[in-house]
T-cell receptor, first 113, second 111 residues
């Protein structure tokens, strides 16, 4: 079955360490997104990518980095510069940026202590 | 700037009762509107969408939503809720190649 796989589901890191969250899709979608979710704040866009080797900052990109070397993969690195990294991170994909619905992975909960 | 407001943070409904979740948006043109549902610790699943045409749209799991341009609203309804409907519900509008999200409404079902 086609879908989006995020791994791991839970991730624990010490403050000051960089950590990379994986997102893989086999839907052949062009566009991919990373969102951060905090209680009561809905979804906030971190980065998005429309095509391979291209990506743009979203509303809260500071302290994060991404790459899009393959169509299927859009990993997110949470760097030590992110001041409050503990959150639930969601990856999504879309056929193209034309208003079609997003398909979501099941998320990664990152806890930094 | 475009925005989406879900005025109710939490709603409690008895099992079997009807449900209406409110969503208001701010957008100049005819919007693309969505409702998603999220179970605890999971990703979001599309319930329904409105692009154009009939203002009453049917979705999965027995949900429907009505687009009212005059009220800038896209409220989600279900005639009879089940305990499995307990989740968080998000309304979103597509604007400038991005989705603008509401803050979500948590639905609590009373037995």
């Amino acid at each position: 079955d086609g879908g989006i796989t995020q791994s791991p589901k839970y991730l624990f890191r010490k403050e000051g360490q960089n950590v990379t969250l994986s997102c893989e899709q086999n839907l052949n979608h062009d566009a991919m997104y990373w969102y951060r979710q905090d209680p009561g704040q809905g979804l906030r866009l971190i980065y998005y990518s429309q095509i391979v080797n291209d990506f743009q900052k979203g509303d809260i990109a500071e302290g994060y980095s991404v790459s899009r070397e393959k169509k299927e993969s859009f990993p997110l690195t949470v760097t030590s510069a992110q001041k409050n990294p503990t959150a639930f991170y969601l990856c999504a994909s879309q056929t193209s940026r034309d208003g079609s619905p997003l398909h979501f992975g099941n998320g990664t909960r990152l806890t930094v202590t | 700037a475009q925005s989406v407001t879900q005025p109710d943070i939490h709603i409690t409904v008895s099992e079997g009762a009807s449900l209406e979740l409110r969503c208001n948006y701010s957008y100049g043109a005819t919007p693309y509107l969505f409702w998603y549902v999220q179970s605890p610790g999971q990703g979001l699943q599309l319930l329904l969408k409105y692009f154009s045409g009939d203002t009453l749209v049917q979705g999965i799991k027995g949900f429907e939503a009505e687009f009212k341009r005059s009220q800038s609203s896209f409220n989600l309804r279900k005639p009879s809720v089940h305990w499995s409907d307990a989740a968080e519900y998000f309304c979103a509008v597509y604007s400038n190649y991005q989705l603008i999200w509401g803050a979500g409404t948590k639905l609590i079902i009373k037995p």
